[in-house]
């Protein structure tokens, strides 16, 4: 059975309609109730209702006697790691990360700083289900401990990354929860750091939270008008970046994973590099050209963590700018991961465009169907064997998170989103013709499935 209240990112939901302050103190019961009490760690992002829900879930730690250490507002990567600095035995982050600003969640660590997976969530959820709390006598009850600790992530930047040149940086938090240690660690680094959107806000009023082409136009406009090396841009809060090349231009994010990881591969003698089902097949071109080798797993960037483990992965990432470095921790990290292009490019001695250059291009189409969270799962089995028989030539066939179909001239995908009421589609061919042809007979498809189980249910 998969979880009702978390999906591929923890709880996320509009809030005081589905997430709600009693359900965040049930929450902070049963998280307590499972790690035995112990110490917790809790941050959260700039978004209005964060404090709100930081309160209620420290209630319910407190209330099953865990000894609470709020953090304050942190980019989630930073939280994932001191939790582990700190030897909690779990953290709890309040973000919902890229969604917009009427939404939050929270999302659970383990004290390794991976996000807690399927199971674990599943050990929440039957907690509460079950009322199975346990509540600590009024002696019993947990302490607060408020302390500032981002030094000691700050730290872990500066002794294991050193820039070799001063570069022109601008910088795009995007109101949210970076807005204040990305710059500073920037400039610490020795980069001459302009900034917009840079001011903590939780109506997000210079971009939305998430940091794509269309949402960064202003800071392509920057980086021109400043003549920067880059512009680099984060998500609410700050486990996702994007980046701008010299000339203002936006980089496409599966290219730049695939260029990126290519790199890794030249440099740790062909590791193995992780990256999701719907990542573009450019990353196997370039990272097998490099002697590496690709593994590719769920959506979610705890299954990408999980696989990294399993694998001894050096490396891994999804195509939205979420990388993972283990030899920091287990969290996608928008703040190192752009200082590490950084340094590759150092390293290459090229521009960001001329890094990008070898990488291939694909016309990759995405589409959104909504679909009921109650029949999203089932849409996709029975699309399954649909898809099947429109594409009986298909190649292969893998089935670790939704379906995807490996075709003569491309690719296909369809999976149930893990936090929205949607069922998510991906299509990436040799040419856009034949990317929209694909596309089209899929949406067909799905759609027909779609109509029948709302008219049968």
Known sequence: ?????????????????????????QIGLALATKTHSGKITIAYDARTSSS????????????????VHKLGMLPTPVLAYLTKKLRAKAGVMVTASHNPPQYNGIKIFHKDSMAYGEKSQMEIERIIWKKAYKNAQWHEMGRIFEANEAHYYVNLIMSSIRLEREWRVVLDPGNGATSLIAPKIFRKLGCQVYTINAQPDGFFPGRKPEPDEHSLKNLCNVVRGVKADVGIAFDGDGDRMAIVDERGEFIDFDRLLATYAAFYARKHNSPVVVTHVATSMCIERMV?????????????????????????????????????????????????????????????????????????????LKRKMECPNSVKYLVVDKAAEALLEAFPKAEEVLRVDGVRLTLDKGWLLVRASGTEPLIRVTVEANSLKETKQIMRKVVHTVRSIVRKELETG
């Open 1 to 25: 059975m998969k979880p009702k209240l978390f999906g591929t990112s923890g709880v996320r939901a509009v809030v005081n309609k589905e997430l709600t302050p009693s359900l965040a103190v």
């Open 288 to 364: 097998e050209a490099s002697g590496g080798k690709v593994i590719r797993t769920c959506v979610g960037d705890v299954n990408i963590a999980s696989a990294m483990k399993k694998f001894g992965a050096v490396f891994g990432g999804e195509p939205c700018g979420a990388w993972i470095h283990p030899q920091y921790h287990y969290c996608p990290d928008g703040i190192i991961s752009s200082i590490l292009v950084l340094k590759a490019l150092e390293e290459e001695r090229k521009t960001l465009s001329e890094f990008l250059s070898e990488a291939p291009r694909f016309p990759l």
């Open 52 to 67: 709100m829900l930081e309160n209620a879930v420290t209630a319910g730690l407190l209330a099953a006697s865990a000894s």
